[in-house]
């Protein structure tokens, strides 16, 4: 979830550095190739997206810092139980004429 919101973050940051502000900039021009309404209406409220998402994001990284992890162990050894309890069950099921959902054979 914070790697979704650095992109969208860098996105945004686009959005306004490489679009808005150069049209906002071209709108004053003596040859505007659109107007400062248009620009407006075009990207409306970005910035202020733009800004509440940084607060977001950053409240986000400062939480997931204090967030609790749970270490599992190593992942051969998961997949070795994992492995060799799904053994057990097939043995059993052999043992009791069951099929793979529980059902009599």
């Not at 150069?22 to 409306?44: G, W």
């Not at 409220?45 to 939480?63: A, D």
Request: proline letters at 5%; one cysteine or more.
């Amino acid at each position: 979830m914070v790697e979704e919101e650095e992109e969208y973050l860098k996105q945004l940051d686009i959005i306004v550095s490489c679009f808005l502000r150069p049209l906002r900039m071209a709108a004053c021009s003596q040859k505007p190739p659109c107007t400062h309404e248009d620009v407006n209406s075009i990207f409306l409220n970005v910035e202020t997206i733009l800004f509440l998402h940084q607060i977001f994001y950053k409240g986000l990284s400062t939480r997931m810092e204090s967030w609790p992890t749970l270490a599992l162990g190593k992942p051969q050894y998961i997949y070795n139980q994992v492995v060799r309890e799904n053994n057990i069950w097939k043995q059993m099921a052999d043992r009791d004429g069951l099929d793979s959902a529980g059902v009599n054979l």
